[in-house]
């Protein structure tokens, strides 16, 4: 579903040097798999995610999804078969259009623009039987304003935009981390019941170990701009906490400098 090979990123500083974000990476993701990446802070998690995406070029490698080279397509073409979810709740909706008018939207995303007469009545019961799959209530608030829901409302909200159309490959950039511990539980079972109730393949990156270990079906450590472990099931089932940080010590020789990399 998605291969990278030999992907190379370096960000250019101000006093003339570079920094390494991704070094020579290579992935090979299977259809329906659920990946959690881990890493310190400046690993390259992220900037992986968006290269994927084609949020950032890349300076040496190539990007298939699908079959199909996406390395030059910018960002907007490749929205047609990824959906994304950020760490910040606010972003991924417009606030000031409705609930509605925002998964009409997230649900035309990639299809070349046209005339129309705006919500079908088919779209809109398809709308409330999604929402009614949050369990929040959001099916009869239709015509609020997306600014009136909270954080973990919004969220929900972008999770369900973000794979309305069922993409080809999902990407979720630490998308509980903002969120108070109880609504990033229920995001966290609202992702694993979508990604795993449709098959979708997913990235996903995360802090929280146990949550690596717990969600999905395989794990990425990264370091330093490379993936430095990929552990899969039956033998990541077996492993705990513990046994992630001891791997990452005898790989690198240190600890993790990060402490929220220590949450569990």
């Known amino acids: 579903m998605l291969r990278v090979s030999q992907l190379r990123k370096v960000f250019n500083g101000g006093n003339g040097m570079g920094k ?26 992220s900037t992986l995610l968006n290269v994927v995406a084609g949020a950032y070029d890349v300076d040496q490698g190539r990007i298939w999804i699908d079959g199909q080279d996406v390395t030059i397509q910018p960002e907007h073409r490749r929205a047609r078969f990824i959906g994304r979810v950020f760490q910040d709740p606010m972003v991924g909706t417009a606030a000031s259009m409705t609930i509605e008018e925002n998964l009409a939207m997230a649900l035309k995303r990639g299809q070349a623009p046209g005339l129309s007469r705006g919500v079908s009545n088919a779209e809109r019961g398809r709308f409330r039987e999604l929402l009614a799959l ?6 009869n608030r239709l015509q609020d304003p997306v600014g009136l829901l909270s954080g973990g409302q919004r969220q929900a909200l972008t999770l369900l935009m973000a794979t309305i159309s069922t993409p080809k490959l999902l990407l979720l950039d630490e998308h509980t981390a ?8 229920q995001i966290g079972e ?8 449709r098959r979708l393949t997913a990235l996903m990156i995360t802090h929280n170990l146990q949550d690596a270990l717990e969600y999905g079906n395989r794990t990425l450590m990264m370091d330093q701009g490379k993936i430095i472990l990929d552990i899969r099931n039956p033998r990541r089932a077996k492993m705990t906490v513990d046994d992630l940080l001891e791997q990452f010590v005898a790989l690198r020789g240190t600890r993790f400098l990060d402490d929220r990399a220590l949450l569990a």
């Open 20 to 45: 390494i974000a991704l070094d020579n990476v290579d992935l090979h993701v299977e259809p329906g798999d659920f990946i959690t990446i881990i890493g310190s802070n400046g690993a390259g998690k």
């Open 134 to 139: 949050l369990d929040l209530g959001l099916e």
């Open 178 to 185: 903002a969120l108070d511990p109880k609504t990033a539980e």
């Open 190 to 197: 609202l992702t694993r019941k979508i990604v795993g109730g």
